[in-house]
C-alpha cells in the first residue's frame, strides 16, 4: 500500500494539482478542462493566464485524443490508456505536461519540428502561423497542423520535450510547456 | 432563406444566421472534435446566403476561446464571406484578452474584408 503514500508524495514534491491517466476522449477533455477551471477560478488567478493555461490544455489533450487513436488502432496493446496529462503550478509558473507513446519511426520528425519551433522568436512564430493556417488542410484526424506553434505562442518560453524509450517500436513522448504566472 | 440557430455548448460555439432580420453572429466557445464537420453547415449556410445577400451585412464573431483547429475553420467562414458585397466584421474581445484582439487581426491580415473591433 505504500505507492499511494509515495506516489501523493511525489505529487506534492511537484506540486502538481490534476495528473490523469486513463482514457483520453472529447468526453474526458471537457471533464479535464472543466475540473481545471474551477481550480484556476477558485485559486484567483488573473484571467489572462487562466486562459494561456486553458489554451494549452485544450492543444495537449486534443494531441493525446487524435494521436492515441491512431497508436490504438496501430497496436492493440498501445491504448489510450498508456498516456499521461498533468498540471504543475509554482509560484512563477504553471506547467502543463503531457506523455504518450509516439512510434520511432515519427520521432526524428517530430523532434526536427519542435527544434525548428524553439528556434523562433514571437515574430516568427506568428508568421509561421499565418503560414500553415493559409496552406493547410484539415487532416483525417482533425488536426490543422497549428497545435505546437500555437502552444510556443501561449507559452512564449521553449517548449521542453524528450522521447524516452519504451520498447523496440515506440517512444514515449514527453512534452513539458510552461505558462509564465506574472503577466 | 432558412435560420441556422445552434445553442451553445461547452465545447460548441452558439450560431445565429438569419437573414430576414439582419443578425449574423458566432459567439462562445469553439473547440469540438470534429470542427470541419461542425462548421460545414454554416459554410453552406453563408454559401447559398452569397447568391442573394442583403445590401450590407455586419457578421459578428465574440468568441471567448477557439481551438487550433476551429481557427482554420473560423479562416474558411471568412473566406466564404470574403466574396459577398457589404460584408463587414465585427470582431468582439474581452477587453483584458489581448490574444483574442491579435487573433482578429491577424484574421483581418488574411482576407480582403474591412474588421471593427469592439470590447465586451
Known sequence: MNYIYDLHNAMMAQNLIIVYQ??????TTKSILAMAERNLDSSGEESGIKRKVFNVMVESLQNIVKHSSEANAAAGNLTSQS????????????SIMTGNPIKKSVTADLKRKLDELNQLDKEGLKEMYKEIIKNTQISEKGGAGLGFVDMARKSGEKLEFDF????????????KVNVPREA | MEIL???????????MLDKKNGIFEISGRSLPEDSAEFYRPVIDWITSYGKDPNPSTEFTLKLEYFNTASSKLILDV??????????KIVW???EDDEDMEEAGQEFSELV?????????
Open chain 1, 22 to 27: 486513463g482514457e483520453f476522449t472529447q468526453e
Open chain 1, 83 to 94: 498516456a499521461i496529462f498533468m498540471i504543475g503550478k509554482q509560484a512563477d509558473r504553471y
Open chain 1, 164 to 175: 524516452p524509450e519504451m520498447n523496440a517500436e515506440y517512444n514515449f513522448f514527453c512534452l
Open chain 2, 5 to 15: 440557430n445552434l445553442e451553445g455548448s461547452e465545447d460548441t460555439p452558439k450560431i
Open chain 2, 78 to 87: 471568412l473566406s466564404a464571406l470574403e466574396d459577398i458585397k457589404g460584408m
Open chain 2, 92 to 94: 468582439y474581445f474581452h
Open chain 2, 112 to 120: 480582403e474584408i474591412p474588421f471593427e473591433f469592439k470590447t465586451y
